[in-house]
């Protein structure tokens, strides 16, 4: 999406009070929603990227999850699969399985409600080269190694550790 994409703005109860376009809303602080998708291979690694310089939040941080902004009228569920058939590069994923739903906050003027989902992708990837710099499938203790050593999102991360309070990793 650019930053003219047009997003719904919503209260702290995620409910509609108006619409934005994607650039004005970052710029602004303006509420809005977000999917994560846990990408899983066949053999259950996730994937982890590395987020390209350009992108507009967050660029150059590592993220274990792929997604975006859901547009203005758009359904978490319909925003989960389009993202990550778009970041992933490929076409004819499973439905994505809703997990759990969070308002991520940061307290300095970004804040989203934010849908979690799962999906397992048997499809060899191409990642959008703009939006993933990096990529490769990790087993969940690499994934947790990785913790300590390299800068993640930090609202992917929120949406990480929750996950695993929920469903400890193996």
């Given at each position: 999406?650019?930053?003219?994409?047009?997003?719904?703005?919503?209260?702290?109860h995620?409910?509609?009070?108006?619409?934005?376009?994607?650039?004005?809303?970052?710029?602004?602080?303006?509420?809005?929603?977000?999917?994560?998708?846990?990408?899983?291979?066949?053999?259950?690694?996730?994937?982890?990227?590395?987020?390209?310089?350009?992108k507009?939040?967050?660029p150059?941080?590592?993220?274990?999850?792929?997604?975006?902004?859901?547009g203005?009228?758009?359904t978490?569920?319909?925003?989960?699969?389009?993202?990550?058939e778009?970041?992933l590069?490929?076409?004819?994923?499973?439905?994505?399985r809703?997990?759990?739903?969070?308002?991520?906050?940061?307290?300095?003027g970004?804040?989203?409600?934010?849908?979690v989902?799962e999906v397992?992708?048997?499809l060899?990837?191409?990642p959008?080269?703009?939006?993933?710099?990096?990529?490769?499938?990790?087993?969940e203790?690499?994934?947790?190694?990785?913790?300590?050593?390299?800068?993640?999102?930090?609202?992917?991360?929120?949406?990480?550790?929750?996950?695993?309070?929920?469903?400890?990793?193996?």
């Open positions: 999406m650019s930053a003219d994409e047009i997003l719904d703005i919503v209260d702290e995620d409910q509609v009070i108006g619409q934005s376009p994607r650039g004005e809303a970052y710029a602004g602080g303006l509420r809005h929603r977000c999917v994560f998708i846990l990408a899983r291979d066949a053999e259950g690694r996730i994937f982890v990227h590395r987020r390209t310089p350009t507009l939040v967050f150059s941080l590592y993220d274990m999850f792929v997604g975006g902004v859901v203005a009228g758009e978490y569920e319909s925003a989960a699969l389009r993202e990550a778009e970041e590069g490929v076409t004819g994923l499973p439905r994505p809703y997990l759990f739903k969070f308002l991520y906050d940061d307290g300095a970004r804040s989203w409600w934010s849908a989902y397992t992708c048997e060899p990837v191409r959008q080269s703009e939006e993933i710099a990096w990529h490769d499938f990790l087993s203790d690499e994934v947790r190694r990785r913790l300590r050593d390299w800068e993640w999102v930090p609202d992917g991360l929120a949406a990480y550790e929750r996950l695993t309070a929920l469903r400890p990793m193996d």
